[in-house]
T-cell receptor
Framework: DADVTQTPRNRITKTGKRIMLECSQT?????MYWYRQDPGLGLRLIYY???????NKGEISDGYSVSRQAQAKFSLSLESAIPNQTALYFC???????????FGPGTRLTVL | QKEVEQNSGPLSVPEGAIASLNCTYS??????FFWYRQYSGKSPELIMF????GDKEDGRFTAQLNKASQYVSLLIRDSQPSDSATYLC???????????FGAGTTVTVRA
């Protein structure tokens, strides 16, 4: 079984809808991250969490929120989806800051 | 100036040749440097990391780091069609140790 899983893998939704993307990990890491990837822009950090009680904004957090339900679970929500949030979303984990990050398989989100 | 700049490619090399990927970074205090490979539509996977100036070899891959020049490279020797992917350079930031990702270089290995 994969160490980092994401659900759903693909999602098509409409403008204004609330969407939740979920991430689970079995690596036992405290650090978890949410990135989005757009063509030509690389990976950009949305939110990151050091542990269940510590959540921080990344460089592009506007329009997103997160919840760290447990050490193993980190969810990303789009409260009111808009078309420019169409992207590939990745969850990642690491043992500590500056360590190797391990990525989930990604969620392809399309907002119409 | 972008935090991390990579030659955009695509880089096309014949099978068996050496593919050379370059990366420059703006944060002079960056300490760790990661190279990830990403197949189309898939997630990034770690190829190797390097901390010290000089070369680090792992199989067909060699990472080269020059902190004074703020430059890190990845060489892929004996390139195979399975090496066709996008390669992401990711140094750590000196102020918070998070990764900054370049946009990636796409490599195509011609059979």
């Amino acid at each position: 079984d994969a160490d980092v899983t994401q659900t759903p893998r693909n999602r098509i939704t409409k403008t204004g809808k609330r969407i939740m993307l979920e991430c689970s990990q079995t690596k036992g890491h405290d650090r978890m991250y949410w990135y989005r990837q757009d063509p030509g822009l690389g990976l950009r950090l949305i939110y990151y969490s050091f542990d269940v009680k510590d959540i921080n904004k990344g460089e592009i957090s506007d329009g997103y929120s997160v919840s760290r339900q447990a050490q193993a679970k980190f969810s990303l929500s789009l409260e009111s989806a808009i078309p420019n949030q169409t992207a590939l979303y990745f969850c990642a984990t690491s043992e500590d800051l500056g360590d190797t990050q391990y990525f989930g398989p990604g969620t392809r989100l399309t907002v119409l | 100036q972008k935090e991390v700049e990579q030659n955009s490619g695509p880089l096309s090399v014949p099978e068996g040749a050496i593919a050379s990927l370059n990366c420059t970074y703006s944060d002079r205090g960056s300490q760790s440097f990661f190279w990830y490979r990403q197949y189309s539509g898939k997630s990034p996977e770690l190829i190797m990391f390097i901390y010290s100036n000089g070369d680090k070899e792992d199989g067909r891959f060699t990472a080269q780091l020059n902190k004074a020049s703020q430059y890190v490279s990845l060489l892929i020797r004996d390139s195979q069609p399975s090496d066709s992917a996008t390669y992401l350079c990711a140094p750590t930031r000196s102020n918070d140790y998070k990764l900054s990702f370049g946009a990636g270089t796409t490599v195509t290995v011609r059979a």
